[in-house]
């Protein structure tokens, strides 16, 4: 079954954030954010959202643990490609590292040529190991991922298309307001997705440098209450489960 991806126009809960400027980070999101997909009897269903990144020469797929909650199994799940292909995740001989106190999970992916076909698609950012990176002193933050309420099956085909969004903290940095109305950055009110499926993405926080802006990964997002908030757990958090890659 193909898996198509399609664009998407961010959506901002009154964050002032200018239109060219969330497009240009909605773009960049793109890269690094996809879905899990999980094959259940020949056929993808969306899953859970995850992003890529490197540490110490490792690739590390990190996502929300509570996916594995229901019986699914690493063999089970498959990743897309550009082309509308997927690829098992079993072919990318992988690793589950599971945080024993909070909701992330990360993949560990060997090298090779399932691993290269797959970074031919998809970015993955670099993490520095050395690196005990501070809060992000700024309060805009930017959420990507892929909601079951934004995929249709057409002509034998899985469409997907990403929800983006930009809010402020709402009682905490990992904890973001949403609500079941946004502002589209075209200037459109619309109705929110329910964020299904978008558990594991990355929430970010924006920073400002100079005329650019800079992505910083400041939590995982893993619960939301659709007319209140959605919450991430810490990235400090993921960081501690990256340190195991090492020794595990």
Do not use: N
């Amino acid at each position: 079954m193909p898996f198509l991806r399609h664009p998407t126009e961010p959506l901002d809960f009154a964050t002032g954030v200018a239109p060219e400027r969330a497009r240009r980070i909605a773009a960049a999101l793109a890269q690094h954010v996809l879905p899990l997909l999980v094959l259940r009897d020949g056929r993808l269903e969306p899953l859970a959202s995850g992003a890529l990144y490197w540490w110490r020469g490792h690739l590390a797929l990190l996502t929300c643990r509570h996916l594995f909650d229901s019986g699914v199994a690493l063999g089970d799940l498959a990743l897309p490609l550009a082309d509308g292909r997927h690829l098992p995740l079993a072919a990318l001989r992988p690793r589950l590292l599971e945080h024993p106190q909070h909701d992330i999970a990360i993949i560990a992916l060997a090298a090779g040529a399932a691993r290269a076909r797959l970074l031919r698609c998809w970015a993955a950012l670099p993490l520095a190991a050395d690196e005990s990176a501070p809060p992000c002193a700024s309060d805009l933050f930017v959420l990507a991922g892929y909601p079951y309420a934004q995929m249709r099956r057409h002509d034998g085909a899985l469409h997907a298309r990403p929800v983006v969004f930009f809010s402020r903290a709402a009682d905490a940095p990992a904890r973001l307001h949403y609500a079941r109305l946004a502002q589209r950055i075209d200037g459109l009110a619309v109705h929110t997705p329910a964020l299904d499926g978008v558990s594991g993405a990355t929430l970010w926080a924006v920073r400002d440098e100079g005329k650019a802006c800079a992505l910083q990964p400041a939590g995982v997002q893993c619960a939301f209450k659709h007319d209140a908030y959605a919450r991430g757990e810490p990235f400090a958090a993921a960081r501690d489960l990256l340190a195991r890659l090492a020794t595990h």
